[in-house]
C-alpha cells in the first residue's frame, strides 16, 4: 500500500492513474498513520510539524518518493530545488537501477530544477533546447533506516500532457521535414501534441529489406529512416516513478505486491483494428477471411457516412459477429463526408449505425480521420452515451507515426480542469496501414515496446486497403504472426477495456511477515499475476496457495528490482494468499 500527498495543481492527482494501470494498492495519506511508503506530487508546502513526521519516517526505515519539487524536505532528499519547467531528463552513465534501459527523449514539461547536497544526482535535467544543463533531475538519498528519490520534474503531470495534448482548436504546426503536413485543415487528434519534432522523433536502422513496391517511404527518406515517434515517452516517465518506488523500497527492505499488466504471465497484447470508412461490403469479406488466415479476433469500427454510395449487406455484419469480431462505432465528424462535430451527432450515428449493425450498442469508438476538438469534451460524450473505450490519440502522417502522444499504456483521462477522472479507457494506436503509411519494420519496433512497458500495440487495418492492396494483407499478416511469436495474444477493444477495468478492481497487499498477501478483487478473473518485490539471497518460496489452488512462483525482475511472481484465479471477495 502506498500513501500519497497532492499539492493543490489538479494534474498531480494522475499518479493515481499511474499506481492504478501498474496495479499498485494507494490510498490518501494520513500522516498520523503513514504506511511503508510514501509518494508526494508536485510542490506543496508543508509545516514544520508535518516535515518533522516524514523526516521521522524516513529515518525509521520508510520509503520516500517525491516528484515535482521538494516541499521543504530538503534535508532527508540531499537536494534543494528551484522552479523548473520545459526540458528532457538526461540519464547519462553508468545507468542507476531508476533510469537503466530507457532510450527516449525523457522530455518533461513542470516541475523543478534540483540541486543534489548530500543526496547523489543520477540524472541531469536539460533545458528545452536540449543543449544545456539547468541542475540534477533526479536525486537518491540513504536517510537512517530509510531511502529517498526526489524526482525534479512533476512525472505524473508530464505524463498526462502528452497523452492529452494541447486543446485543439486549430491546425498543429507541421513537422520541419515536410513528413507530417498535420496543417491540412482537418482538426484531429496529432494537431495537439505536445512532443518536439526535433527531439523528440528518432531515426531508426531498418532492419529488413525494404519491400520493393511499398506506399510506405517518404520521398524525403527513400532509405526507410522517416524521423517517428519511435519510444513511447509518457510510458518510459511512468517507469521512472514506479522504478524510483521500487528502488526506494528496496533499499529500506520494504516488500511491495502489485496486480501485472495482464493475465497468465503476458507480457503485452496486440489489437488489429478496422474503419469501415466507404462500407463497400466486399471489403468486409476480404478482411474477414484475412482475419480467419491470421487467426485472431479484431474491432471493427462502423461508420455512418450520407456520402458513401454503398453499405454492407445486413448478413456481413452477422458474419463479423459470428466470426468472434468486435463491432465497434466509427463517428464521422468530417464535413467532406457528411459528418458533423457535436454531441448530438454522436448520439444519432451511434443509434444509427448500431440499428444497422443490429447491435445493442457499442464498447468502442475511433473517430472517423481522428478527428477530434478541444481537449477532453469528446471523452464526456462517450462518457454520457456509454462507449467505454476510445482509440483516437494516433497518427495521420508518415512523420508522425508511433507515438504522437508517448503512451501504448491504455489509460484514464484525466480533466485538468477540474482534477476529475473520465470514465473512458483510452487505447492509443501507433499506426494506420502498415506498408501504406509506414514500413512493416517500424510495427516491429513498436511491438517490442508495448513488451517492454506492458502495454498494446495497436495496428489500424482500412477494410478497403486490405480489399485492394495485397503489400497492406502481408503487412498484416506478418505482423500478426511476429507479434504472436514474440508472446502477444492479439485482443479486442472490448477484451482490452473489459480486462483492465476488472483488474483494477483487484488489490493485493503484502501482509506484515512477509510470507502473505492479502487480496480483493470485485470480479472473477483467470490467471491474475501477482508480483512480489523480493531481496536479492532471500530464498525464493516454491508456491502460492489461495484456497485450494497451488501456483508455482518464479524469480523475476520487476520495476527494475528482484521480484517473485506467480498466477490465480481470482473471485469477488477479499482472501489470503500464503507463499511457502
Ligand atoms: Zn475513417
Not at 507541421?174 to 523528440?200: F, M, N, Q, R, Y
Not at 517517428?228 to 516488500?255: K, N, T, V
Not at 504471465?265 to 478482411?287: E, K, P, Q, R, W
Not at 454503398?310 to 468486435?326: K, N, V, W
Amino acid at each position: 500500500m502506498i500513501d500519497i500527498i497532492l499539492d493543490n495543481d489538479h494534474s498531480s492527482r494522475y499518479i493515481e492513474e499511474i499506481l492504478g494501470r501498474a496495479g499498485l494498492a494507494w490510498r490518501r495519506a494520513d500522516l498520523g498513520n503513514l504506511g511503508e511508503t510514501l509518494v508526494l506530487v508536485g510542490d506543496g508546502s508543508l509545516d514544520a510539524g508535518q516535515r518533522d513526521t516524514i523526516t521521522g519516517f524516513v529515518n525509521d526505515g520508510g520509503a520516500l518518493v517525491v516528484t515535482g519539487g521538494t516541499w521543504g524536505l530538503d534535508t532527508p532528499l540531499g537536494a534543494t530545488g528551484s522552479a523548473g519547467g520545459e526540458g528532457y531528463i538526461s540519464t547519462g552513465s553508468p545507468a542507476h537501477a531508476i533510469t537503466d534501459d530507457l532510450h527516449s527523449s525523457l522530455h518533461v514539461f513542470s516541475g523543478s530544477v534540483l540541486r543534489a547536497t548530500d543526496g547523489t544526482s543520477i540524472a541531469t535535467l536539460l533545458d528545452a533546447t536540449r543543449e544545456s544543463s539547468l541542475g540534477d533531475a533526479v536525486v537518491v538519498n540513504r536517510v537512517g533506516e530509510g531511502a529517498t528519490v526526489v524526482i525534479g520534474p512533476n512525472l505524473p503531470q508530464s505524463v498526462l500532457h502528452i497523452q492529452l495534448g494541447r486543446s485543439i482548436h486549430e491546425d498543429g504546426e507541421p513537422a520541419p521535414d515536410d513528413t507530417a503536413a498535420i496543417d491540412e485543415g482537418i482538426l484531429k487528434t496529432d494537431d495537439g501534441v505536445v512532443l518536439s519534432w526535433e527531439h523528440d522523433r528518432v531515426q531508426s536502422p531498418v532492419p529488413e529489406p525494404i519491400p520493393a513496391d511499398t506506399l510506405g517511404l517518404h520521398e524525403n527518406y527513400p532509405d526507410g529512416d522517416t524521423p517517428w515517434f519511435a519510444w513511447p515517452i509518457a510510458d518510459e516517465l511512468r517507469a521512472i516513478l514506479l522504478r524510483a518506488i521500487a528502488w526506494a523500497e528496496a533499499e529500506a527492505g520494504i516488500a511491495q505486491a502489485s496486480v501485472a499488466a495482464w493475465p497468465r504471465g503476458l507480457a503485452a497484447v496486440g489489437l488489429i483494428s478496422h474503419d469501415s470508412d466507404g462500407n463497400l461490403d466486399a471489403g468486409a469479406h476480404s478482411t474477414l477471411a484475412v482475419m480467419d488466415r491470421a487467426g485472431i479476433k479484431s474491432t471493427w469500427c462502423h461508420i455512418w457516412a450520407p456520402t458513401n454510395q454503398s453499405e454492407y449487406d445486413p448478413q456481413t455484419f452477422r458474419l463479423i459477429e459470428d466470426a468472434g469480431h468486435e463491432i465497434a462505432l466509427h463517428y464521422n465528424s468530417l464535413d467532406m463526408n457528411g459528418g458533423t462535430w457535436g454531441r448530438e451527432h454522436l448520439r444519432t450515428q451511434a443509434a444509427t449505425v448500431a440499428k444497422e449493425a443490429g447491435v445493442s450498442g457499442f464498447t468502442s469508438n475511433k473517430n472517423h480521420y481522428l478527428r477530434w476538438e478541444g481537449l477532453v469534451d469528446f471523452f464526456y460524450w462517450l462518457e454520457d452515451e456509454g462507449i467505454q473505450a476510445d482509440q483516437c490519440k494516433g497518427p495521420s502522417k508518415k512523420g508522425n507515426v508511433g507515438f504522437p502522444h508517448g503512451s501504448n499504456q491504455p489509460w484514464f483521462p484525466l480533466d485538468p480542469e477540474t482534477g476529475e477522472f473520465i470514465d473512458v479507457l483510452e487505447i492509443p494506436l501507433q499506426f494506420q496501414d502498415l506498408w501504406l503509411t509506414a514500413l512493416p519494420y517500424q510495427g516491429k519496433v513498436t511491438i517490442g515496446e508495448a513488451i517492454r512497458r506492458n502495454g498494446v500495440a495497436h495496428f489500424l487495418f482500412h477494410q478497403a486497403h486490405i480489399h485492394t492492396k495485397p503489400g497492406v494483407v502481408d503487412a498484416l499478416l506478418d505482423t500478426v504472426s511476429y507479434g504472436r511469436d514474440q508472446g502477444l495474444e492479439w485482443w479486442t477493444s472490448k477484451q482490452i477495456n473489459d480486462w483492465e477495468r476488472a483488474r483494477r478492481t483487484v488489490k493485493v497487499d503484502v501482509l506484515e511477515n512477509g510470507s502473505a498477501v492479502a487480496i480483493e478483487s470485485a470480479a472473477d478473473l483467470s490467471g491474475v499475476g501477482v508480483i512480489v518485490s523480493w531481496p536479492e539471497g532471500r530464498e525464493i518460496p516454491q508456491v502460492a496457495t489461495l484456497g485450494d489452488q497451488v501456483a508455482k512462483v518464479s524469480g523475476i525482475v520487476y520495476a527494475g528490482q528482484p521480484a517473485i511472481a506467480f498466477n490465480l484465479d481470482v473471485t469477488p471477495g477479499s482472501a489470503v494468499i500464503a507463499l511457502s
